[in-house]
């Protein structure tokens, strides 16, 4: 059984037309890039892979549950324990520490604080971030910013792993930090969707879906 | 979703929370005071606009505690209301003066009420000759209800009350109101039978005094306005020319209809504001003056009625919102206090100015108060709520970010609303004590602080009202917190891309 299942996928925002006619498969353990350029609607298809929002028609199944009828408490579920999401832009609490921010996702992903606190540590020392672990997140820059958030999305060891324009405010320490934990994530299995402007030299893709806006009807 | 879960988002908005309890107290208290400003402004203009336009009679009637006699049983009804309605009338056309009695004891409301708009009680004492015997309660049938009293012992006491504007069912602008249910701030109050009264001389009675007496709708109560002609003297008024009867008395009596029954002085909460200037005052039948007025030594737990303590005819707008009440109300001692006769159980007040003075200033600076808790209390119920629509609106990506995370909308829900409550209850209780603070330090500029206190606490809209505006807050909190969780947009996160 596949994790997703797309078929003739089209996603509108307020009648204007952001991709349509999508269809595509990723099994378990397959790396998938989304390209295109901005506006293209790299970060909508990943909201509708994580089950964050509806397709407007088509057929889209994550684990196998339908994104068109699903509720929302349905979709927290399957988010929270088996997907990962690190968003284009990372948002935080931001009176909180970096290492609350982080915890707070693996607990929501059903990890004990324990557990959780114990391996956000390590992830942070992995990207570099230990050091700052107690200060607010707020006080984070942009490049440490997207590194936390993979981390956070990463914590809880989704099956399915969706990053946003993952390298785009990294330094090349950082790119190699992420690169890092994410081989590893994949050799324990991982799948693995990344949305990104263009073609990037990471690993051998699976899949690559381009988007190019909308088909003529 | 376990509990471990739902501490931490709790937690985050707790932490949050307190930047919002600060805004909400700054915006009370700036609504606050704004709404209060607003309030004199607003009340001030009208005056000035009433003020150039009406004239400066006064009305006073003082009516006399009654008693069942069997007076009634050798007079044709309605032979005598006629004659009364006559001779009322010929009065109220005629000069007008006080006639004052010995000594008068001004009782304010913070002696006695607790909790109820101002109620000024102004007891005046006179020695009694005789016994006392006049007074009835019948119906248009004629029968005469109460029980018979031995007047001898009755007391010497005469009663006038005043009630400030914020008194419902005392008090109705004529010209505005016409129909049978009195809208106000907090609800409402309709009669159940009849309808308000629209012209002097009518009442309203209430259920309890309805269903003790039997008194219905068209009934009409006659009510003695007798005096004793020796108080004629001083006005140099021939009283022979009134009638005298072998006692010495001019008779006068007052029949009053009744129009309406009432359940309630208040609305669903039993409280109640109204905005509109009175031309009339009319007196309502109702039990609930008892710890008023047996203050005095009366009590009606005998079966007594007062059928009526005060009516007022007012227009005038000779005030000044800058005097002092009690000073006002001192002049109305001095007033009365002059008269040396004060030797007789009867008396007429009539065109008092001194009093309407009172009953203006009391009026204006009372509604002043009330139009300011009015819009206040109305901010407190929606500058939370609009500023919490604002901050949901402003946090939006923070709470998407819980959706990304896998929290429930239910437990973002629950969280938010439990910090709305706890940031609005905080934020309206310091707001309330800082407003009361600020509210007499205001009003103790144009009263002497004893009156402050009072005027203040007419304008209090007590712990029901408190109750019925934290309560609607926190369900307009729940829907609107409900309504912004359902309807989270993910595509607000994608944006920034598109």
């Known amino acids: ?217 | 979703m376990n509990d471990s879960v739902k501490n931490s988002i709790f937690f985050i908005f707790v932490r949050d929370s307190m930047r919002i309890v600060s805004i909400f107290i700054i915006l009370f208290l700036v609504l606050y005071m704004a709404s209060f400003s607003l309030g004199i402004i607003v009340v001030g203009i009208r005056d000035w606009i009433e003020a150039s336009s009406l004239s400066s009679e006064a009305y006073l009637f003082m009516f006399k505690k009654t008693t069942p006699s069997s007076w009634l049983e050798v007079v044709d009804p309605v032979a005598l209301r006629e004659w009364t309605e006559e001779v009322l009338s010929r009065k109220i056309e005629g000069p007008f003066s006080v006639f004052p009695p010995c000594s008068v004891d001004v009782l304010k409301q913070s002696d006695f009420v607790e909790d109820v708009v101002p109620i000024y009680v102004i007891r005046a004492s006179i020695p009694l000759e005789r016994p006392v015997t006049i007074t009835y309660t019948v119906s248009d049938a004629g029968v005469a209800r109460g029980s018979s009293r031995n007047s001898s012992g009755l007391s010497n006491v005469v009663t006038m009350t005043l009630r400030s504007i914020s008194e419902p069912l005392m008090c109705f602008d004529s010209g505005k109101f016409n129909g049978n249910v009195l809208f106000a701030l907090f609800g409402f109050s309709s009669v159940t039978a009849g309808r308000f009264p629209q012209n002097i001389g009518e009442v309203v009675v209430s259920r309890e005094l309805s269903e003790r007496y039997g008194f219905s709708v068209g009934d009409n109560i006659i009510v003695d306005l007798s005096f004793h002609a020796s108080l004629l003297r001083h006005l140099g008024v021939n009283a022979s020319a009134l009638g005298v009867d072998e006692n010495g008395l001019v008779e006068v009596f007052a029949s009053f209809k009744i129009v309406g029954i009432i359940d309630s002085y208040g609305g669903i909460i039993g409280e109640m504001y109204i905005f509109s200037f009175c031309d009339y005052v009319f007196p309502v039948l109702d039990k609930s003056l008892e710890p008023v007025l047996g203050l005095g030594g009366y009590s009606f737990s005998s079966g007594d009625v007062w059928p009526a303590y005060l009516v007022v005819r007012l227009s005038p707008r000779a005030f000044s919102t800058g005097t002092s009440l009690l000073e006002a109300l001192d002049d109305v001692k001095r007033s009365l206090g002059l008269c040396g006769v004060g030797e007789d159980e009867y008396y007429v007040f009539r065109g008092s100015p001194l009093v309407s003075s009172v009953r203006e200033r009391l009026k204006s600076v009372s509604s002043s108060f009330q139009v300011a808790t009015i819009l206040s209390w109305s901010s407190v119920v929606f500058a939370p709520l609009v500023l919490w629509a604002l901050l949901l609106k402003h946090k939006t990506r923070s709470l998407i970010l819980f959706e990304v995370l896998g929290a429930k909308p239910g437990s973002i829900m629950l969280s938010l609303f439990i910090v709305f409550c706890l940031a609005s209850i905080i934020g309206m209780f310091i707001g309330f004590i800082l407003s009361r603070v600020f509210a007499l330090i205001l009003v103790k500029s144009v009263l002497d602080e004893e009156m402050a206190r009072i005027v203040v606490a007419s304008a209090n809209p007590g712990l029901k009202p408190l109750a019925v505006v934290i309560a609607a807050s926190v369900a307009l909190a729940f829907y609107i917190t409900w309504r912004h969780v359902n309807s989270m947009d993910p595509s607000l996160i994608t944006r920034s891309e598109e």
């Open chain 1, 1 to 217: 059984m596949p994790i997703v299942f797309a078929r003739d996928l089209s996603k509108y925002i307020r009648w204007k037309c952001i991709f349509s006619n999508l269809s595509f498969t990723v099994e378990k353990g397959n790396t998938v890039l989304v390209v295109g350029p901005n506006g293209s609607g790299k970060t909508t298809l990943l909201t509708l892979l994580a089950l964050l929002s509806r397709p407007t028609s088509g057929v889209l199944r994550v684990f196998n549950v339908d994104a068109s009828s699903v509720g929302r408490s349905g979709a927290a579920s399957v988010r929270a324990k088996r997907i990962g999401y690190s968003l284009q832009v990372p948002v935080f609490f931001e009176n909180l520490s970096l290492l609350d921010n982080v915890v707070l996702a693996g607990v929501l992903g059903g990890l004990s604080p324990r557990e959780a606190k114990s391996r956000a540590e390590e992830l942070l020392d992995l990207v570099g971030l230990r050091h700052k672990k107690d200060g607010k997140a707020g006080r984070l820059s942009g490049g440490e910013r997207k590194r936390a958030d993979i981390v956070r999305a990463l914590l809880k060891e989704p099956e399915l792993l969706l990053l946003d324009e993952p390298f785009s405010m990294l330094d090349p320490e950082g790119v190699d930090a992420v690169k890092l934990m994410l081989r590893d994530y994949l050799e324990k299995g991982g799948t693995l969707v990344v949305a990104a402007p263009r073609e990037i030299d990471l690993f051998k893709w699976d899949l690559t879906i381009e988007l190019r806006g909308c088909s003529p009807a």
